[in-house]
C-alpha cells in the first residue's frame, strides 16, 4: 500500500468564499504516483469546509445567502462561543452544514467524478492562513 | 490490495425520491470479493445525494418536507443559479444537508451496519438517467 | 494491509449530548498498530452523529439551541415518523445535520489533525446504550 499526504494552504483575503481547489488536489494525485485507492480532502479547521459541487458563480451566491439566512453573523453576541472573545460562533455552524470533509475515489489515476463535481475550499472565517489536508491511499 | 468499482444508474420518474439501495451494495461488496477494508458509495451528480438512515415512509415524508422547508423548489427566481436556464437551485442545496456520500466500514465481507442502517440514493432533480458510484478497497 | 475495528458504547444519560470521543479513538489507533492510512469512525444508529469541531462548551450550547430551531423535538406529532410509536422523528433530522461519520487521515501513527479538531459523539435521542464504529485501514 502507498501512502500520500500534502497541506495545500490558503489565506483568504475575506471573511467568505468558495474556491475551486480541484487543480491543487489533482496534482496531488499526480505527484502521488496512485492509480487505484481513495483521497481525502478536509479542512483542517472547524471554521471552513471542504466540498463538492458545482463550479458556478450564481450557486455559490445562493450558499452564501442561504447559509447567512441558517446560521447569520450579526448580532455575534447571538452565540454563547463569542463570549469567549471570538466572533466566528456561526463559522461553526455554516462549516457543519458544508461538511469537513469529502472522499473521493481514485480510479486509473484519476479522480473518479462525474461531470459537474468539482471540489471548493469554503472559507467562513478568513483574513488568515489556513490549511486543508489531502492524504491518499492506495497502489 | 483490491479494489473494485461500480456505477450504479437510476431514473427516477419524479422530481424527488428516496430510494434504498442497500441491497445494490451489497451485491458490489460480493462481487468484489474484499471481506476487509472500506466502501464508499457517492452520488456522482451535484443535485443527489447518498445517505444513511431509517427505511421508514413517514420519516422520508419528513425528510421531504424539512428539505422543502429549508430550501425551497418555488419561486425558481429565488435562486441566482436558475438564471443560467436551470430550475433545480433548491436540489444543490437539499443534497447538501442529505450529504454527497457515505463511507461504510467493510468486515469479514459484510457491510459493518448497526440494526437500522440502510444507504439511500437521494434525488432532488430526477426525470433522467443519473448515477452513484460504489468503490472498495481492501484485501 | 492491516485492518482493525472496535465498538465504543456509550449510555448517555440524558436525551442530547456533545461527547468528547477522541481520546477513545486515540487508544483505537495505538491498539491497532496501523500508523499510515484512513480511519473511519461512525454511529452504528440513525439518531447519532459522530462529527468534528471545537471542544467549546458555549459552542455545543449554539449547536444545541441551532439544531432544535431547525428541527424542534415538540410537539411529537409534527413528525409523520413518530406515528410509529417513536419520539424521536427530530433526533434523525438533527443526526442528518451533524454527520453519521467522519474520516481522518492517519500519519506516522497519529490523528491527522489541525490544532483544534476533536472527535464528537452527538447523542439527539439517548438514555439507551448505543454505539460507535471505529475501523482502520492503513499500514
Redesign the interface.
Known sequence: ?K?Y?KELWFDIPSRREFRNITPYVVDCLRESGIT???L?C?????TASV????D?S??H???ER?LED??PHAPISR??????GEDN?DA??KR??????????V?AGQL??????QIFYGEFDGQRRK?V?V?I???
Open positions: 500500500m501512502s499526504r487505484e485507492g481513495l481525502l478536509n479542512a483542517m479547521h472547524i466540498f463538492i459541487n458545482d458556478e450564481g450557486l451566491n445562493d450558499f442561504w441558517l446560521a452565540y454563547q462561543h463569542n463570549k469567549t460562533g461553526h455552524l457543519t452544514v458544508m461538511g469537513r470533509e469529502v472522499v473521493v475515489a480510479t473518479d467524478f462525474g461531470p459537474w463535481e490549511r489536508l492524504k491511499i492506495g497502489e
